[in-house]
């Protein structure tokens, strides 16, 4: 089969080399082979390709983290390859217990694009910080794809969202997913802005998957009793924040590291891709397909998702 592979580590434009004649997976217990659909590229498939990822496959690995993809009876599942046996390949190895229905209301695209986004945006927002409505949530990467699917899922529970966004692409792309407010971090201070939006009160909720400047602003404009939940490190830079600092001003962090639901809590994880299927049949929830890519394009798409050049999900199609 055609897969794409990594046997060095560095740039995924620059080790993501496509191979035509790869060993097609052979299942072992408790997995499924899946005829691969569609593939979204997120942020983790260029940390692995850098081995800066916390899952550190041996190489050569195929990346590729989750996918829409067909079953041998013709059924359309959504969800995670095997660690190592990634998605941007003809076909991919599924744990059964970690499959899922993919979305009638969308097209495979979209279903590959609704599980890690909206999973984790759902888990970070409803059982971590246990949003509410009529809160003010604030996003960073608001155009991205989890981020994305934040904005979408915080509007969804009533919540009204500011954005943070770089550039006016991406502010205009904020709007039109639905935020209240957005800033653009290139030219707005967004502390400024959420002071303002909010009377001065701050936001009840972050949800912050870039770190740095990010999270530490987010200190500066929190409300009380706010929560602020750590989603991801895309600036580079994982902040060690001074305690007191949340002592002081009463606010809590939040680690989310949703993967681990899938072991924890599996009913959790299955509860809310019914919920999110649900919203995606009402049109409520909608993944941002920004980019649609032929599977030779995969190399690309990965570097660009890396550099931050992208919003919604980019996805490979096969
Ligand atoms: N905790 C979990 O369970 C979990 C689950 C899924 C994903 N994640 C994490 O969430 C993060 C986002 O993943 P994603 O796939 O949705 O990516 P993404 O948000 O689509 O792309 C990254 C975005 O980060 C922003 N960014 C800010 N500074 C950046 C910099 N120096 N370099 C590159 N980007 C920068 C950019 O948006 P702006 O320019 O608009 O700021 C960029 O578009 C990743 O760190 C990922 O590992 C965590």
């Not at 990634?86 to 979209?110: I, V």
């Not at 200190?219 to 750590?230: L, N, S, Y």
């Not at 060690?240 to 639901?261: D, E, F, Q």
Request: net charge negative; with cysteine; glycine share 12%.
């Amino acid at each position: 089969m055609r897969a794409w592979q990594v046997g060095e580590l560095g740039l995924p434009r620059e080790v993501m080399r496509l191979v035509e004649d790869a060993r097609v997976p052979v299942a072992g217990e408790g997995q499924l082979l899946v005829k691969v659909r569609a593939v979204a590229v997120n942020f983790p498939d260029a940390l692995m390709c850098l081995g800066m990822y916390q899952v550190k496959p041996p190489l050569p690995f195929t990346p590729g983290v989750e996918l829409c993809g067909e079953l041998p009876s013709g059924e359309r599942v959504i969800g995670n390859p095997v660690a190592g046996g990634g998605a941007f390949a003809e076909y991919a190895l599924l744990d059964a217990r970690a499959l899922f229905p993919a979305p009638p209301a969308l097209d495979d695209a979209e279903a590959a694009a609704l599980h890690i986004g909206y999973q984790t945006a759902w888990f970070a927002l409803h059982r971590r910080a246990a949003l509410r409505a009529g809160e003010t949530l604030l996003v960073h990467a608001a155009a991205g794809g989890v981020g994305s699917a934040a904005v979408q899922l915080g509007k969804a529970a009533g919540a009204t969202v500011i954005g943070v966004v770089g550039g006016p692409h991406k502010a205009e792309v904020a709007r039109q997913l639905g935020c209240d407010v957005v800033v653009d971090r290139k030219s707005e201070d967004f502390v400024a802005a959420v002071k303002e939006a909010t009377g001065g009160r701050g936001a009840d909720v972050v949800f912050d998957p870039v770190g740095g400047d990010a999270y530490t602003g987010s200190t500066k404009c929190i409300a009380f009793e706010g929560r602020i939940v750590v989603v991801g490190f895309t600036s580079g830079t994982i902040p060690a924040p001074p305690l007191g600092h949340a002592l002081v001003k009463n606010y809590s962090v939040l680690g989310l590291h949703w993967g681990l639901y899938n072991t924890k809590d599996p009913a959790a994880v299955r509860a809310a891709h019914d919920e999110l299927t649900k919203l995606a049949e009402q049109g409520v929830v909608r993944p941002l397909v920004s980019e649609r890519l032929a599977f030779e394009q995969a190399a690309d798409g990965v570097q660009r998702v890396l550099e931050g050049q992208t919003t919604g999900r980019v996805v490979i199609e096969l």
